[in-house]
């Protein structure tokens, strides 16, 4: 039976870099992954480019971008491994990249650039990777001594760890492999999980209800958008994009971790335009239809399928009433719908809930049962769209394996 310092499972973004890190730091490190590709949550990210992480990150701060019941846990973590510690490392590989926008960077080539500079950092730190490779379980030792506290069956045979990093990630994109692996050993092992749901992920409607907006599919615009009440109201200024079942788009994305089953989303369709103001300015001066005054102020497309809603809408401005043209611009402005649900975990990018951070050590990563530690999305850790995400692995891959490091120096030989 082989033995290794650490086991690290799931070998995606936290996984490998975790991995690499730790055998760099000296130990002995094994890497275990189910999927016949590696890191594909990697290579699909970013339109292909992977947004690897966001300088705008304020890691004192990460209650501004990351929720969970705990956003305040992943400070330390952030704090120690930040943006720029990771772009230095990009740089040090020759990866070119630019700023999208909002602080998001992006490779200029491919996401494959990542992967093969992770793989490298593997290697340099002699990593052993078996992939495909499944975990058939895992067990703890009982009375073991510090160098063996667990053992794992895989279809390569039994091996032995001192410590075990579970790297699996979430629930999202069921078909590039996720799994409930990561979950299912946190209640093995006694910890407390956070219900998990989908995140990142486009809002559905009713199909009857939605119908009149469905021939919008394929149209996108900038909205603000909003949810929740009083202090947890939350908005963003992105862009939609209205599909045939619903809302997708950055703006619905990032509202869809924060929304919750029965509330409603309030859209402006114009922001930063005073809509009222601008159809009475017009019915002083022009004939044209509503309709057409309008589509210079939202796409046409969406100025058509409104009008529809109302004949009062459908007539020449200068020939509309003052309150019909108020109740359109105040439709516009104040759009309030409630979803009936998300495209789920197969559309979603990411997966909120996860392990309890109130099991987990925000300094190591480490559980309450010693020597187990969690990393990455399986945490109750969710970040905003935009980097954010890959920033947390890294971070926690960092912390998880300086601890390892440190524990492995202070174990006696």
Not at 73 to 100: M, N, W
Not at 304 to 318: E, G, L, M
Request: glycine share 10%; hydrophobic share 40%.
């Amino acid at each position: 039976m082989q033995f290794f310092d650490t086991a690290v499972i799931g070998a995606g973004a936290a996984g490998l870099f975790c991995a690499a890190r730790a055998g760099q730091l000296g130990l002995k490190v094994l890497l275990v992954d189910h999927g016949e590709k590696l890191a594909e949550k990697i290579r699909i990210s970013g339109g292909g480019r992977c947004n690897f992480t966001n300088k705008d990150l304020e890691p004192t701060a990460p209650h501004k971008h990351f929720l969970g019941e705990n956003p305040n846990f992943c400070r330390s973590a952030l704090s120690r491994y930040t943006p720029q510690d990771f772009i230095a490392l990009v740089q040090r590989h020759g990866i070119p990249f630019h700023e999208k926008h909002k602080g998001q960077l992006f490779g200029d080539r491919s996401s494959d650039d990542f992967i093969r500079m992770l793989v490298a950092e593997c290697d340099a730190g002699g990593v052993m990777r078996w992939q495909p490779c499944a975990v058939k379980a895992v067990r703890g030792i009982a009375d073991a001594a510090p160098d063996a506290r667990f053992e794992i069956d895989t279809e390569r045979g039994p091996v032995r760890c001192r410590n075990l990093v579970i790297a699996t990630g979430g629930l999202s994109i069921p078909k590039i492999g996720a799994t409930d692996f990561g979950y299912r050993v946190a209640r093995q092992f006694g910890l407390r999980l956070v219900e998990p749901r989908p995140a990142l992920v486009p809002l559905t409607f009713d199909g009857e209800a939605w119908s009149p907006y469905s021939q919008l599919a394929g149209l996108a615009l900038p909205v603000v958008i909003e949810t929740g009440e009083k202090k947890a109201r939350v908005s963003f200024h992105e862009d939609l994009l209205f599909t045939h079942r619903g809302l997708s788009g950055p703006a619905v994305l990032q509202i869809s971790s924060y929304w919750r089953e029965g509330q409603a989303i309030t859209l402006d369709l114009a922001p930063g335009v005073d809509l009222k103001q601008a159809l009475l300015q017009a019915k002083s001066r022009s004939r044209k239809l509503i309709a057409n005054e309008l589509a210079a102020l939202v796409p046409s497309r969406l100025a058509d399928a409104w009008v529809q809603q109302d004949p009062a809408w459908q007539r020449p401005v200068n020939e509309a009433s003052d309150k019909a043209l108020v109740t359109l611009a105040e439709r516009l402005s104040r759009w309030q719908l409630v979803p009936t649900g998300t495209e789920g975990y197969r559309k979603a990018e990411v997966t909120a809930g996860g392990v309890d951070t109130r099991e987990l050590s925000s300094q190591t990563l480490e559980s309450r049962q010693p020597g187990l530690f969690f990393i990455g999305e399986v945490v109750d850790v969710t970040g905003w769209l935009g980097g954010y995400n890959f920033q947390w692995a890294w971070a926690s891959a960092h912390a998880c394996a300086q601890a390892l490091a440190a524990q492995a120096a202070a174990t006696p030989a």
